[in-house]
């Protein structure tokens, strides 16, 4: 992204404006990506998967939107915000319509595929919204976009009491048909962002495709991408998880299952914005470390199974059992989901500092690394499901992630402050 000064603010350029309406219209796409929470559940009984075959289901999509983020980012950064986002949301309400009509598990895995395009609207939200705004506003606007997540929740809220009254493939059709609205609203309603305008005035030069790719040389992105593979790629993979989850492991009906989804997703959404605020604030390294330090002691308790316990006492055997129950349960995740929600904005945080020509191109590969953990941890978890034969194995999973991405976070932020003690005054 080329660097420039925001422009004044007008009737079709105000940046509230082009925030509000990326942020409602990222909603929406994030809604459709995690449809898969719900309906897979369904499918699941209807064509007899077995769990690793459902891990495949949900996480297609989720490979889909993480693949595509990179090349949307850089399209956003070339040709506009407005233009792509617009393309984008068609792109995955028609393939949401044809999801409709699938009822073989090949066909329904080929519309995972292009459902997953609604995901990629994230590269395109950051590069577009981040053009309206100077770098000390960006970790709140970013925040506040970010609130887009929220639509997983939108989904398992609505989702399941549609698919009840009128079947799965009426979710996909209502779906698909408020993704097709949104985008004529906000092709309406926005306007091009001001480096954008400027491009086409002949004001500055595009810089060449080549050039979008340097900042990705650099370790230090790649060490984002890992951050936000925990913090945004487990979010995707837990939202949904969750409700399978729930259901097998404490019994609930679909409906319950949904609303409990919800009440993970919903506080790792809506605090995202915070957590924008909180980075501009305190900064971004101190919420990244209360983020995975909260996070590393949430998993560890949630990844010890159900287990009775037997000691020698003074007078003969003793058992005890241990279990996480399903109020303590929702607590832990509500807590997760909360500092994954202030993780996620924090790492955005860094790229428009870091790298502020290439927002588009960087924020489009973390992003991307990002929802691949959505794409391969669900296939992770039915996978350790199926060879463990624990449900927590999850949570086992995602300690040792947490744990691994502090141990590196710290090494380098120490390496860092080495260097820069070494230098001269």
Known sequence: MTALQPATPTQETTPRRALTMSTIAFTVCFAVWTIFSIIGIRLKEELGLSETQFGLLVGTPILTGSLVRMILGIWTDRYGGRL?????????????????????????????????????????????VSRFFPAEKQGTALGIFGVGNVGAALTKFVAPFVM????????AQLWAAVLVVMALVFWFTTSDDPVTRAQRSGQIKRRSFASEFEPLKNVQ?????LYYFFVFGAFVALA???PRYVIGVYGFDIKT????????SLPASVFRAYGGALSDRAGARTVMYWTFAVSAACTLILSIPAADYVVQGIEGPKTFQFAVGPWAFIALVFVLGFFMSLGKAAVYKHIPVYYPENVGAVGGMVGMIGGLGGFILPLLFGYLNDVTGLWTSCFMALFVIVAFSIGWMHLAIRRMERRAALQPA
């Open 164 to 171: 009840v009254a009128w079947g799965w493939e009426t979710v």
């Open 257 to 264: 299952a949904g609303l409990i989804g919800a009440a993970y």
């Open 240 to 242: 949904l998880w969750l």
């Open 84 to 128: 792509v986002y617009m393309a984008t949301m068609l792109t995955a309400a028609a393939a949401t319509v044809l999801l409709s009509f699938a009822h073989t598990y090949t066909m329904v895995l080929l519309a995972a595929l292009g459902v997953g395009v609604a995901g990629g609207s994230f590269a395109v939200g950051v590069a577009y």
């Open 221 to 225: 992105v790649w060490r984002f991408s």
